[in-house]
């Protein structure tokens, strides 16, 4: 049990970072959804799904960070291969496939994973979407169908994942709320996927505040985020 967890929490990791027909997956599932608060620990709130009407069960967690939105933004959204190392030590491949701008691009990603189970890569879309209010940004990754050729022996994994940016303190602190569900597919039965996956909003976002703390002073901002947050009031999160 615990190798499995394992495995399914690395996949879970790689397609939050970087993040066929019938792959399409509503924004809807993750923005209404009701929670059920789980815990609270480490300044991490976690939630499970309150309905779920799948067999895979979505997770969200809540957390605030001592450092400006274009910070935490900066450090998300970074496609360097040797950044993704970083997270990921067992990233095979890690690409842009298409690029409109900033905010909107395809990515691939493709891990190793220790036998027998076999090795997992995904094509998702990436998006960058400021919010109406001035002070909230969703950074927005869902599987989608690409032309890119999969690979033998390989499993394409499914995967939607929403990071909800929100300045707080005039800017001072960030407010992040990650809702995520992904299906790592293949042989891996659907309760071990629900099971690993209890522990994955407080460890992603564990990491996420790890490591934008210990990037944050070495992080270059892009114009481009600088006007983002326009914020002069705290929002409650």
């Given at each position: 049990?615990?190798?499995?967890?394992?495995?399914?929490?690395?996949?879970?990791?790689?397609?939050?970072?970087?993040?066929?027909?019938?792959?399409?997956?509503?924004?809807?599932?993750?923005?209404?959804?009701?929670?059920?608060?789980?815990?609270?620990?480490?300044?991490?709130?976690?939630?499970?799904?309150?309905?779920?009407?799948?067999k895979i069960v979505a997770v969200r967690g809540k957390s605030v960070l001592d450092v400006s939105p274009e910070i935490v933004l900066s450090v998300l959204i970074d496609?360097?291969?040797?950044?993704?190392?970083?997270?990921?030590?067992?990233?095979?491949?890690?690409?842009?496939?298409?690029?409109?701008?900033?905010?909107?691009?395809?990515?691939?990603?493709?891990?190793?994973?220790?036998?027998?189970?076999?090795?997992?890569?995904?094509?998702?879309?990436?998006?960058?979407?400021?919010?109406?209010?001035?002070?909230?940004?969703?950074?927005?990754?869902?599987?989608?169908?690409?032309?890119?050729?999969?690979?033998?022996?390989?499993?394409?994994?499914?995967?939607?994942?929403?990071?909800?940016?929100?300045?707080?303190?005039?800017?001072?602190?960030?407010?992040?709320?990650?809702?995520?569900?992904?299906?790592?597919?293949?042989?891996?039965?659907?309760?071990?996927?629900?099971?690993?996956?209890?522990?994955?909003?407080?460890?992603?976002?564990?990491?996420?505040?790890?490591?934008?703390?210990?990037?944050?002073?070495?992080?270059?901002?892009?114009?481009?985020?600088?006007?983002?947050?326009?914020?002069?009031?705290?929002?409650?999160?």
């Amino acid at each position: 049990m615990i190798q499995k967890s394992n495995f399914f929490f690395k996949v879970l990791i790689i397609t939050a970072l970087v993040v066929g027909a019938g792959a399409r997956i509503c924004m809807a599932e993750l923005t209404d959804t009701a929670w059920v608060l789980v815990d609270t620990r480490d300044s991490i709130a976690t939630y499970h799904e309150k309905n779920p009407s799948e067999k895979i069960v979505a997770v969200r967690g809540k957390s605030v960070l001592d450092v400006s939105p274009e910070i935490v933004l900066s450090v998300l959204i970074d496609a360097n291969y040797q950044s993704q190392k970083e997270w990921v030590p067992d990233l095979i491949d890690f690409r842009i496939l298409k690029q409109d701008s900033i905010f909107d691009r395809i990515l691939y990603v493709y891990v190793d994973i220790p036998w027998p189970a076999k090795d997992r890569d995904f094509v998702y879309h990436a998006r960058i979407m400021p919010q109406p209010d001035g002070k909230t940004v969703w950074l927005d990754y869902r599987s989608v169908a690409f032309p890119f050729p999969e690979k033998d022996g390989v499993v394409r994994g499914m995967m939607k994942t929403l990071f909800i940016i929100t300045s707080r303190d005039n800017g001072k602190r960030t407010g992040i709320d990650l809702r995520a569900s992904a299906d790592p597919r293949g042989v891996v039965p659907k309760w071990v996927v629900n099971f690993a996956q209890r522990s994955y909003s407080y460890k992603m976002l564990k990491r996420v505040k790890e490591r934008v703390y210990a990037k944050k002073d070495k992080v270059a901002i892009t114009a481009e985020f600088r006007s983002l947050f326009n914020d002069s009031t705290e929002t409650e999160q």
